[in-house]
């Protein structure tokens, strides 16, 4: 129906991306995605470039009716647009032909179980065919602090951020007191050449806020999580002394929470290789690219925190060690090579661009730390995946020294059971007789014979159950004997009552 829609008329851009979805999977919820009710009002900036080079004024928030000034000739700008709603998805690929692989690559982030849905594209993809469609995906992990672990003891471990793309948000065990978390995020660099002119589009994520649904909470909560410690480190040319002035005016910080505006706080200066007639895609994600990097560096040193914290020893494993710690280390044995994946499709990417790239050094540093982060990742990877089997010994030591201890409580349930059993029975005796109940003349008999039972029977308890069975055995025999020494003693005794009546 839609394809015929295709050929007799015009087709929307939902229905361009169902057509596509037939020959590529993965874009197929993306169509959902399209039809659903934004949550939160899109944040859209523009940054006009003539051809000097140099922004010709500073960055300009469009609201809902100015979209359209955000696609007219001038000669080149960048569109930042933060929590992209659907409708402007639509607009924008429309107007601007965009392949919805763009879109999708950056609304689809999570991995659904293979039997219940496809890949997102890029896994769908082999790397070298990600690089080559000229538009970029940033995947990242950012550390949140949400604040006392108390208040978060209680709810799941996966959770949702409030925004028109739900990214996952994963709740991490408490350290000192606090509960981390981590968040998926991801940012999209688009570069599309018009006849004069071009234009950068960036879709970012905006500051998390995490949804929580529980019943505890009285429904529906917020939860507005801050970056750990304030976020990244700032890796433009440090403030001098000398201009110091230049924090009085508040243009010397920003806040880190926004992807976007730590992209406009650093675009005041161009990138490396940058040019308003010829930009290149590298240069135009070339502060993206660094601003993740600084996160990576965050989630590398939470990696080894973690790891540090997973470190068992048999002097603090009753302390320390619990039932999902185990759970815990194959979470982050599993999220380490999801971590390395995208580092890695960042790798070939920069690496296909890189020879159409006029100034490559910072390219080469760029490349380097993105090995630095990997071969971190790997070792804290390698680290906790040599944890597990030693986790697991540990475990199935501790539930077998429980389970001496429950031991150890049933043997001493089983010298009381000694203890009051033969009294028990020898005052059920006793009580058949009316002078032996307490306070009769005869009471005195029941010590004079339960007590050397009981010595008897705590005896024989106490006795090892070699010596026990042998003890037993001798007895036995002991009494065979006199039963066959009775037995001839009656025989002889009647043979010579016989010879005497004889």
Known sequence: MRTAQMETGKPGYEDFIH??????????????????VPINASKVILLDYPRSGQSS?????????????????????????????????????????????????????????????????????????????????????????????????????????????????????????????????????????????????VLTDPPVKIAITS???GGRTICVGRPLHGGFENFAQPISFSDIRFEQDGSGSWDKTSILDSLLYYLRTNPPGFTAVNPTILSLGYYPMRIILAEWVLYILLMSR????????????????????????????????????????LTEFIRFWLDKEPHK?????????????DAQI??????????IPVATSIAQLLDARQSMRQTANITRLTYIALVFVPLSWVCGLFSMSEPFSPGQERFWVYFVTALPLLFVVLLLSALPNSQLAGGLECFWGVVTWWRESGKQETIERRIRQLRSTA
């Open 19 to 36: 057509f596509r979805g037939q020959t590529n999977p993965c874009i197929t919820g993306l169509v959902d995605h399209i039809r659903s």
């Open 57 to 201: 004024a500073g960055p300009m928030k469009v609201a809902g009716s100015g979209v359209s000034v955000l696609t007219d000739s001038s000669f080149g700008k960048f569109i930042f647009i933060e929590d992209i709603e659907p409708q402007l998805m639509s607009y924008f690929g429309e107007t601007l032909d965009i392949d919805p692989l763009f879109f999708s690559g950056h609304t689809t982030t999570d991995f659904k179980d293979i039997e219940n849905g496809p890949p997102p594209p890029s896994l769908a993809f082999c790397p070298s065919q990600i690089a080559e469609r000229g538009y970029l995906h940033i995947h990242y992990q950012q550390v949140l602090d949400l604040g006392n672990a108390d208040d978060f003891k209680n709810l799941p471990y996966a959770l949702k951020t409030d925004s028109n793309t739900p990214r996952n948000v994963r709740r991490l065990p408490s350290l000192s007191g606090r509960q981390l978390a981590l968040a998926r995020g991801c940012c999209s660099i688009l570069l599309k050449r018009l006849q004069s002119s071009w234009i950068c589009m």
């Open 215 to 217: 019943q505890q909470l």
């Open 306 to 345: 973690y790891l540090k914290y997973h470190e068992y020893s048999l002097r603090n494993a009753n302390h320390h060690l619990n039932n999902t710690d185990i759970t815990e280390l194959q979470r982050w044995s599993r999220r380490s090579k999801q971590s390395r994946q995208k580092l890695f499709l």
């Open 361 to 373: 050094q910072p390219w080469r540093l760029v490349l380097r730390d993105i090995r630095y982060l």
């Open 378 to 387: 790997r070792d804290c990877s390698h680290s906790m995946e040599q944890m």
